[in-house]
């Protein structure tokens, strides 16, 4: 069943508000991997800064250069773009009275060039780790997708970024809300349902080899990142913030954005999908 709003309203760049979050969806082999696996819509995840001084849509995200403070138009290069809009557990919104927004931009913009390192191979690890074990369909098309490409250009981009923090593009946008300056402390997090609504493992020819992919992929990242390795163990049946002890920011999926209690869907930027 489809996460997203049906017939979704559209909106422009310009109906955006400094803080709302995009997730975005592409087309290449590693987003199908990662819808697969992750059960939602989503691919990526990107914090929403605002308007520069020329007039320029801002954003920070996650790219193969690490942390970037930068223009949208990277992500109006995917296929589908959406929009969400924070609302606290009690009802408040950005602008409210004593809720400020800026803490959270300011969060976030001081991850720009800083020792992160990203690469969608790693979104697409962690959703494989943290995630149940798909159905049998799915998980043939997985295999057919060759998870163990996965593995070996995993192992290769965590040798060559050995010196840095791996940092998924979701915990972009997580940390900067976790981590904003404010009374009381984490005031802005953002919750995900650990509800178990993720399909159960069962019997398949192919789970095997999809659960010793799993092995490896927490082993490799262990070995050369053993505190983000750390990060990758969840509870289930729960409401919690990311960043708590039960969730850790490094975790979560761009399902747990789309699905978060403290994240409403504000409309669609823009979809080129081919159904």
Known sequence: MPLRPPN?????????????????????????LIL??????YTHTTQYIGKNANGDHMVVEAT??????????????????????????????FGDANWPVQPVLNE??????AKYAYSELLMGAVVILTSEIPDEKDLSE??????TYVEHQFEKWLTDNADKTPMTCVQVATSAHWQANATPINKYGLQVNING????????????????????LLNKISITHPEFSKKLK?????VVFAGSDILPLGSCTPR?????????FVGCIQDNRSY
């Open 8 to 32: 979704p309203p559209k909106i422009t760049l310009d109906d955006l508000l400094p803080g709302d979050i995009l997730l975005s969806a592409g087309s290449d082999w590693l987003d199908k």
């Open 36 to 41: 697969l696996v992750d059960q939602g819509s």
């Open 64 to 93: 193969e250069k690490g942390i970037k403070y930068q223009s949208i138009t990277e992500d109006l290069t995917q296929d589908l773009v959406d929009a969400y809009r924070y609302e606290s557990p009690n009802g408040h919104h």
């Open 108 to 113: 976030a913009i001081s991850y720009q060039d």
């Open 142 to 147: 997985i295999v057919r997708i060759a998870l």
């Open 197 to 216: 609504a993720r399909k159960s493992p069962f019997a398949s020819k192919n789970l095997e080899a999809y659960q010793k992919l799993r092995t490896s």
């Open 234 to 238: 969840t509870k289930s049946g729960l």
């Open 256 to 264: 747990d954005m789309e699905t978060s209690p403290t994240l409403k």
